[in-house]
């Protein structure tokens, strides 16, 4: 299972997804009641089910309100501007240069780049 693949998409409706497959092996649980290892393994199943499903929803409630917390503090003028979706996309990309450092040129240097200012050099 793929933490970040779960974590992507929207974690509220696969917590639900992932509560109901907890809620069938705890009904096939109690049908094979009987026979004490399977019982055990359904039961567990169940568990571990409804444990990831109660997860996510945690994670899904508080993702929400991060949100909204973000959204709280930002201001008035900047949702107005950000109104179309060309200039949304555009303020996006923006945001993700500032906050993942900057400019690209800051990066290290490839050993093409490298090979290139000893021969400019020479």
Do not use: C
Request: proline letters at 3%; aromatic letters at 4%.
């Amino acid at each position: 299972m793929n933490l970040q693949r779960l974590l992507r998409g929207d974690p509220g409706r696969n917590s639900l997804l992932y509560l109901g497959i907890g809620g069938i092996s705890l009904v096939k649980a109690l049908a094979v009641r009987d026979d004490p290892e399977r019982f055990r393994r359904e039961l567990l199943d169940a568990g571990l089910f409804i444990g990831v499903g109660l997860l996510l929803r945690r994670y899904s409630t508080m993702r929400e309100q991060k949100r909204a917390e973000l959204q709280e503090q930002i201001p008035d003028w900047v949702v107005d501007v950000a109104g179309s979706t060309g200039s949304q996309s555009g303020l996006r990309s923006k945001a993700k240069r500032r906050l993942t450092g900057g400019a690209q040129a800051e990066t290290e240097p490839t050993l093409g780049d490298h090979a290139r200012s000893i021969l400019k050099n020479r």
